[in-house]
């Protein structure tokens, strides 16, 4: 079974460049994740889709971040006009259900992003 | 504010001797709970998780103890290994989102 694919997995950019993260999640997963981990810090949610519905983006800087979700399958994050503090890797995940019993989430292997 | 804390950033043990990982949490309506282990340059991987019913769960090499009265969970690695060396991050999911600990970097000695 493929595991969730992400892409770029580095990203060096300028600050006030855009940038965006593609996801495409495991095969019949319904609940697809937006992470950010910053250095030193554990996963935070961005965003978390149901199918092609937003559940959560209460933790979105929105005036910056935008994130979709096309057909219900895989995912694009991006960022414009990046800054500084958004140096950080970015996580996307999938589950079967929201909320499933062995509430097991699968990670991609993130992608980097640089802000100089 | 953090509702899963990991006070330790880091953790060394010998080779064959055990890991105890700690975690910490605030909600008391949170009911299950993962740890997640992520090497360098990867994503975090499922580990093992523990539902509220139970206060221990077994898997190989690997157990997770739940104290709900104390709020407080950790993760036994028993006996520890080389390729253990990673970060762990513990993680409460209440059934809507996952909240996840600031990590407990392990490296277990030769």
């Known amino acids: 079974e493929a595991g969730v694919a992400q892409s770029p997995r580095y990203k060096i950019i300028e600050k006030r460049q855009s940038v965006a993260f593609w996801c495409n999640p495991i095969s019949g997963h319904a609940t697809l994740y937006w992470y950010q981990q910053i250095l030193g810090q554990g996963p935070k949610l961005l965003i978390q889709?149901?199918?092609?519905?937003?559940?959560?983006d209460s933790q979105l800087p929105k005036d910056r971040f935008s994130a979709e979700r096309l057909k219900g399958v895989d995912s694009t994050l991006k960022i414009q006009p990046a800054k500084l503090e958004d140096s950080a890797v970015y996580l996307c995940?999938?589950?079967?259900?929201?909320?499933?019993?062995?509430?097991?989430?699968?990670f991609g292997e993130g992608s980097r992003l640089t802000v100089l | 504010d953090q509702q899963v804390k990991q006070n330790s950033p880091s953790l060394s043990v010998q080779e064959g001797r055990i890991s105890i990982l700690n975690c910490d949490y605030t909600n008391s309506m949170f009911d299950y709970f993962l740890w997640y282990k992520k090497y360098p340059a990867e994503g975090p991987t499922f580990l093992i998780s523990i539902s509220s019913i139970k206060d221990k769960n077994e898997d190989g090499r690997f157990t997770v103890f739940l104290n709900k009265s104390a709020k407080h969970l950790s993760l036994h690695i028993v006996p520890s290994q080389p390729g253990d060396s990673a970060v762990y991050f513990c993680?409460?999911?209440?059934?809507?989102?996952?909240?996840f600990g600031t990590g407990t970097s392990l490296t277990v000695i030769p």
């Open positions: 889709f149901q199918n092609n519905g937003v559940v959560d």
């Open positions: 995940a999938s589950s079967l259900v929201s909320g499933s019993p062995t509430g097991e989430l699968f």
């Open positions: 993680a409460a999911n209440p059934g809507n989102q996952f909240y």
